[in-house]
């Protein structure tokens, strides 16, 4: 069984462009969660999505969107680029047993300069 | 606001001695608490979720306890594969969202 996908492993934009980041989660599951990893900051949670719904959004500023598909398939764009947007930004998916448990990609690296 | 403590930030065993993690909690209406691995340069993996004060869990040399504040990650006799950073977060749930909150890890390094 296919865990989670994230596109691209590694990324190196300038400030004030933007990014799109790619999640493809595992076969079945419908939520989708994404969560930004910094040394100082730990995991933070972004925003969950369910059958294309929002349905969770963190402590973010605006310039932090996500999106999902039919297909459950889900992107998150940043825009206009901060050097402090550097990190670790990870994918979870989870499925419907009840168990609650996420399941993560190994993580699109972002490096902005 | 739901907080997350981990102790030590960082840890050095020597292989065989064993030890415990700690992960301190506030939150309003646990639903969950989550153990998870982390090697260098992957996501976390799943270990443990707990889900009541008393109860425990076991996997190989890891075991996981819970009480009403706080929980332990007790590890036995480690060897250097278990080198790694240590997640502990706890599952709020609001409707129907769910979220994560994590700590800030605690790094494990396992010597010869």
């Known amino acids: 069984k296919a865990g989670v996908t994230q596109t691209p492993r590694y990324l190196i934009k300038t400030r004030g462009q933007q990014v799109t980041l790619s999640c493809s989660p595992i076969?079945?599951?419908?939520?989708v969660s994404w969560y930004q990893q910094t040394p100082g900051q730990g995991l933070q949670f972004l925003f969950e999505?369910?059958?294309?719904?929002?349905?969770n959004k963190g402590n973010f500023p605006g310039r932090f969107s996500g999106r999902q598909f039919s297909n459950s398939r889900s992107e998150m764009n940043v825009s206009t680029l901060e050097l402090g947007d550097s990190a670790l930004y990870l994918c979870?998916?989870?499925?419907?047993?009840?168990?609650?448990?996420?399941?993560f990609g190994a993580g699109s690296r972002l490096t902005v300069l | 606001e739901d907080q997350v403590t981990q102790s030590p930030e960082a840890l050095r065993l020597q292989e065989g001695e064993s030890s415990s993690l700690n992960c301190s909690y506030t939150?309003?209406?646990?639903?969950?608490l989550f153990w998870y691995r982390q090697d260098p340069g992957k996501g976390p993996e799943f270990l443990f979720t707990?889900?009541?004060a008393g109860e425990e869990k076991e996997k190989e040399r890891l075991k996981a306890t819970l009480t009403k504040k706080e929980s332990f990650l007790h590890i036995t006799a480690p060897k250097p594969e278990d080198s790694a950073t240590y997640l502990c977060?706890?599952?709020?749930?609001?409707?129907?969202?769910?979220?994560?909150?994590f700590g800030t890890g605690t790094r494990l390094q396992v010597t010869l």
């Open positions: 979870a998916s989870r499925g419907t047993s009840g168990a609650n448990v996420l399941t």
């Open positions: 939150v309003s209406g646990l639903r969950g």
């Open positions: 977060a706890v599952q709020v749930v609001t409707g129907t969202a769910s979220k994560l909150t």
């Open positions: 707990l889900y009541s």
């Open positions: 999505y369910f059958s294309e719904t929002q349905r």
């Open positions: 076969s079945g599951h419908r939520s």
